[in-house]
């Protein structure tokens, strides 16, 4: 067997973990494998690597236990200690707690974890470059680029044993930490060495994000001509590709060619990158209109190549300040400031932003940063508050935008909503498969991650979220409203969106409650405190019993995860928990599994469609 034919692989893979926990199955599996075996365990860390590579924790975990239960079984078989399978064990457990700890954010445990994996020098060369990577990441959220520099080199160095594509990635990262420094013709060096790297392996996708990838950091130094040639490469190399596309608009606005620019984005697919296409479409009208100068948009497109520093923040604000007009530049900044922890500032831009009545694009982009901060404002309180308040300040917002109505007059209208809609505070333990993980957003350790609907599926999203056992809320709004979930560890613990029925609804369909009970629940939670769930009220105050409550919490996550699984456009944020983060209620906790959720709204999804 060979490593190429993936079905092959995935054939013997299901054959062996169906033969698990039978040991006389298994070692049987084993004999009729023969030679086979040692050519599937090489395919299988193989697998292993990639899927720790990316923090897949679950899917790693599944793997993990088949290539220990095997190397055991082959031991049985041939009369020898576990040796192999014992360290094979211990080794993934230390290289999971550590990266766990890297997507907690908890960067000192994390150290202890992995560092003794990089130093042992006994240890397969494909599992210390897994620890040296997760360190990088480590050494670059702490700030120390010098060290995270030298760790990337000694990944590098490691990945010389193992194979090409190993030692892609390890370029890769290397040209991203060195552009990250403003060392842009280092990086451009490695990315150089990554495209021979990717064009002698045949692999098109790596080798036209490599030339896409040079040609944004040529552009940024200023060196125009090389980085169109570079440009000319990718789309030759991936010519179905839309980013080499885009960027062509976006150098195009930054020249003022209008025509220019519009004509790139009709290239593109009408399904693809709406988000960024409406930007290059709305700038040029700015220009066209006369609302923004040439030179405001060059600064701006310059400025957007750049990594984030102090020095481009402080660029950007000046910006800003120069072009109040070009709406796109706050939002910019605002989300940069908010990455970086500067909440206030942050959340200033973002209410200018709505204030401004922005294009939709932009609306959809205030709504969630100012989501996320209220989150994020609101760690002290039990996760179920704490999305109610994403959901509020989400709506807030859009009222302002949508009918101008100033938030001091909303706030008598906005205690009705409180009065119904706090009721969202659950522990749902979703459990998934091993389906093919979706692509990974961009994200650091222990930091916000954001992106658009467009490139990633609300299913696949969260399935990235519980394979890699994050912890934390996420935030999505589109053009139907925000709605927010709340994680622990991969688990869903609480979901609400603009149309799923609320915990008080739910129970009054069910006759568990009656009207005048909702309304004094409500009355009560109003006059105690407006985070006070309505479940729990409804539990402590007026008796209903805890497993009445717990059906109709699961019916209302399965409600607002069949809603946002129909969102095509819009925006994304997930916000990690911190320390601070308050636990929750475990009075109402709840678990629902995550492949059953997800199957079950698209079969509810397939039969509206088929009525």
């Known amino acids: 067997m060979t490593l190429a034919p993936q079905a092959r692989f995935g054939t013997l893979r299901d054959e062996l973990t169906a033969a698990m926990e039978d040991p006389a199955r298994l070692a049987q599996a084993l004999l009729d494998l023969g030679d086979d075996l040692l050519e599937w365990l090489g395919a299988a860390y193989h697998e292993l690597r990639r899927m720790l590579e990316r923090g897949d924790l679950h899917g790693s975990e599944a793997l993990g236990d088949l290539i220990g239960a095997v190397l055991e079984a082959r031991a049985d078989n041939a009369g020898e200690p576990h040796t192999d399978a014992d360290q094979h064990r211990a080794t993934l457990a ?31 060369a494909s599992v210390r470059w897994i620890a040296a990577i997760w360190l990088t990441n480590v050494l670059a959220e702490e700030g120390d680029r010098r060290a995270a520099l030298s760790q990337s080199r000694d990944a590098l160095e490691i990945a010389q044993d193992i194979d090409e594509q190993t030692r892609a990635t390890s370029l890769c990262k290397l040209a991203e930490l060195y552009h990250a420094a403003g060392l842009g013709e280092r990086s451009v060096k490695y990315l150089s060495e990554a495209v021979e790297v990717y064009r002698a392996a045949e692999d098109e996708l790596g080798l036209a994000a490599a030339h896409l990838s040079k040609a944004r950091i040529l552009s940024s130094m200023d060196e125009d001509e090389a980085a169109l040639e570079e440009l000319e490469l990718a ?65 701006l497109l310059r400025l957007r190549e750049l990594p984030p520093s102090e020095k481009a923040n402080e660029a950007l604000a000046a910006l800003v300040e120069r072009a109040p007009g070009l709406l796109h530049a706050r939002d910019m900044i605002a989300w940069r400031l908010l990455r970086a922890g500067q909440t206030e500032q942050a959340e200033a831009h973002f209410n200018q932003l709505v204030e401004e009545h922005p294009p939709l694009g932009l609306k959809t982009s205030a709504v969630l940063g100012l989501g996320l901060i209220a989150n994020r404002n609101s760690l002290s309180q039990q996760p179920g508050a704490r999305m109610y308040a994403a959901k509020a300040a989400g709506y807030k917002a859009l009222v302002r935008m949508d009918e101008g109505v100033k938030p ?45 609907l467009q490139h990633f599926r609300i299913t696949d999203l969260i399935d990235f979220l519980y394979r890699s056992r994050r912890s934390g809320t996420l935030v999505v709004t589109s053009v139907h409203g925000i709605a927010a979930l709340h994680l622990r560890r991969g688990n869903i613990t609480g979901a609400t969106s603009p149309g799923c029925k609320n915990i008080g609804d739910i129970l009054l369909e069910e006759e568990v409650i009656s009207s005048d009970m909702l309304a004094e629940a409500a009355e009560y939670q109003r006059e105690s405190s407006a985070t006070q769930l309505l479940g729990a009220i409804f539990v402590e105050r007026f008796g209903i019993e805890t497993e009445r409550v717990r059906i109709a919490l699961r019916v209302q996550i399965q409600s607002a995860v ?40 698209a079969r509810i999804r397939d039969e509206e469609n088929r009525r």
């Open 562 to 601: 069949k809603e946002i699984v129909t969102w095509n456009e819009g925006r994304f944020a997930f916000d990690p928990d911190g320390s601070a983060s308050a636990p929750a209620d475990a009075t109402l906790d709840v678990e629902v599994d995550t492949l059953g959720v997800l199957l079950e709204a």
């Open 94 to 124: 230390a290289l999971n707690d550590g990266i766990g700890a890297v997507l907690d954010g908890d960067l000192a445990k994390a150290k202890r974890s992995l560092e003794p994996i990089f130093i042992a020098t006994n240890m397969p």
């Open 408 to 452: 001091a007059q909303e706030d008598k209208e906005e205690e009705i909503e409180i009065e119904i809609d706090i009721d969202i505070d659950i522990d749902v333990e979703l459990d998934g498969g091993s389906s093919p993980a979706p692509p990974r957003p961009q994200m650091s350790a222990g930091s916000a991650i954001d992106g658009d």
């Open 235 to 299: 789309q030759q190399a991936r010519p179905d590709w839309e980013a080499p596309h885009l960027f062509r608009a976006w150098r195009a606005l930054g020249a003022g060619e209008v025509e220019t620019a519009r004509t790139f984005v009709a290239e593109l697919k009408e399904n693809e990158t709406s988000r960024e296409r409406g930007q290059v479409l709305e700038i040029a009208e700015l220009l066209k209109a006369g609302a923004a100068d040439g030179a405001a948009v060059r600064e």
